[in-house]
């Protein structure tokens, strides 16, 4: 038995090692440290996912250190149980679908052209931090209406507040606890001034100022958890992907140079560099009752780790699952999760992850990464690669 602890230097580091040993196991692993169950096969996840709903609880918090560690939990609908958590979901739910997400395809473009341009013009730069992160901050502040200094400046403070040094548990760092102070400063300042001035809220700040539910309107502070998430998920995860499909073409030549010679591509190599080197790591639940997966009895109010990034490499549900194929296929897969908490902003996610990889390759010729220079996120919670430093080829 693997003694595992998501929070240890190996699995903040790189998990994936720990993960191929954990799937030998047969079932979810218990961590007795946490009261936890790790399900780390993909059959586990999807079970649970879909016909144990009414059996997990969301209101503990997704994040690690919420669920393991007892850190506050935003009230905000991704903590919600069902009934509660489409209802506000539901109040942006429109923007998110594939006809809307089309909609902005020229307008991220454009950003994504604006943003690339200089870069490629000097030939060499880091991928992740000047390009795709920064499109897509500017992108989540969009969405929420913000001007593109706040979004960028914001998402750099929420940035800080997930940096973890080695062997930190949990945001317990004065760097963070600084970051997390200065933010909600500055986003209930915000609050403030929109309430007073509903003319100046745009986008989905607009619309939960608005929105009532149930006969409850957010207050303050739950305006300003929503503005926390949508900058943390609207430009989080997919960044990860983008770098991870240049690192690993780049490992793989052949696939590399097919994709450059032919663009039409671009979306399988995003998908499979989701599915191998998946960005969301892990996202807990609590049990609400008792009930079984494979053989383990899991008891109300145990916590239970949802290890995708582990499922989309098990080698029950995916063929040659640790090898990096972009022309795979597959009929499902967790990168945007399952179930009735599934990602709200998958189309806008692939759209964009697409037209930046698309971008880049257009102008990136027969380009070259300093494999030394690169690194991943440091994490709980996400996993991948955050400095990719880039030179472009002839």
């Not at 994490?379 to 080829?393: A, R």
Request: net charge negative.
């Amino acid at each position: 038995m693997i003694d595992y602890d998501p929070f240890s230097d190996d699995a903040m580091r790189d998990p994936h090692k720990i993960y191929a040993e954990l799937r030998k196991g047969d079932g979810p692993h218990f961590i007795e440290k946490y009261n936890a169950w790790a399900l780390v096969h993909f059959e586990d996840i999807w079970n649970t996912s879909t016909k144990h709903e009414k059996d997990i609880t969301f209101t503990a918090g997704q994040p690690l250190t919420n669920v393991l560690l007892g850190e506050p939990v935003p009230h905000a609908f991704p903590s919600m149980d069902m009934s509660e958590h489409r209802k506000w979901r539901r109040v942006v739910h429109a923007d998110y679908t594939k006809g809307s997400v089309e909609k902005e395809r020229e307008r991220i473009t454009a950003l994504a052209r604006e943003i690339l341009a200089p870069l490629a013009e000097r030939g060499s730069f880091d991928f992740y931090k000047e390009y795709v992160n920064r499109v897509l901050a500017i992108n989540a502040g969009y969405n929420l209406g913000l001007p593109r200094e706040k979004s960028i400046a914001w998402r750099g403070l929420v940035d800080e507040t997930m940096h973890r040094e080695t062997g930190q548990v949990g945001t317990s760092s004065e760097r963070n606890l600084k970051a997390a102070g200065q933010l909600a400063q500055q986003l209930h300042a915000y609050v403030r001034e929109v309430r007073a001035n509903p003319a100046l809220a745009g986008g989905h700040v607009a619309k939960y100022l608005a929105a009532e539910i149930d006969g409850q309107k957010l207050d303050d502070q739950g305006l300003v958890n929503l503005l926390i998430i949508f900058l943390t998920v609207g430009s989080g995860t997919t960044p990860n992907v983008c770098a991870g499909a240049v690192y690993y073409l780049a490992q793989n030549p052949d696939q590399k140079h097919a994709v450059l010679n032919d663009l039409s591509l671009v979306p399988q190599a995003f998908s499979e560099a989701a599915r191998y080197d998946q960005p969301t790591n892990i996202l807990c639940r609590r049990a609400a009752n008792d009930f079984e997966i494979r053989g383990k009895q899991i008891k109300a109010g145990q916590n239970l780790l949802m290890v995708y990034a582990s499922a989309n490499r098990d080698e029950a549900e995916f063929e040659r699952a640790g090898e990096f194929d972009i022309f795979r296929s597959y009929p499902r897969d967790l990168t945007f999760g399952v179930g009735g908490h599934m990602c709200l902003g998958m189309h806008l996610a692939t759209m964009a992850g697409v037209i930046l990889l698309e971008e880049f390759f257009k102008v990136a010729g027969d380009y070259r990464i300093d494999t030394g220079r690169c690194t991943r996120a440091y994490s709980e919670f996400l996993s991948g690669f955050d400095h990719i430093p880039v030179e472009l080829g002839d």
